[in-house]
Nanobody
Framework: QVQLVESGGGLVQPGGSLRLSCAAS????????MGWYRQAPGKQRELVAF???????NYADSVKGRFTISRDNAKNTVYLQMNSLKPEDTAVYYC?????????WGQGTQVTVSS
């Protein structure tokens, strides 16, 4: 069973940057398209970005040009570089397989953008 552990969140001022990591154990992520998702208080979880096994990337319009998803298959880790952060990016961020998530989600990592 895949276990996903997200890290790298924190409190940052508007315009700041954070780099999130998602480390997996129990299975190799290399054959899967992986996504970063987020859930803000009172809202549904939404897809932020995904990266295919071949490295093709896609982003939600709200983060395009500011966020970059990447993967290191040797480390079995997926990353999300977030620049020019806005208050509306405040949410708990999760990673999981794209389209058909693995059965279990990690605990997520809190990102708070505030002055």
């Amino acid at each position: 069973q895949v276990q996903l552990v997200e890290s790298g969140g924190g409190l940052v001022q508007p315009g700041g940057s954070l780099r999130l990591s998602c480390a997996a154990s129990g299975s190799s992520l290399s054959v899967h398209a992986m996504g970063w998702y987020r859930q803000a208080p009172g809202k549904q979880r939404e897809l932020v970005a995904f990266i295919t096994s071949g490295g093709t990337k896609n982003y939600a319009d709200s983060v395009k040009g500011r966020f970059t998803i990447s993967r290191d298959n040797a480390k079995n880790t997926v990353y999300l570089q977030m620049n020019s952060l806005k208050p509306e990016d405040t949410a708990v961020y999760y990673c999981n397989r794209y389209i058909v998530p693995f059965g279990s989600w990690g605990q997520g990592t809190q990102v708070t953008v505030s002055s």
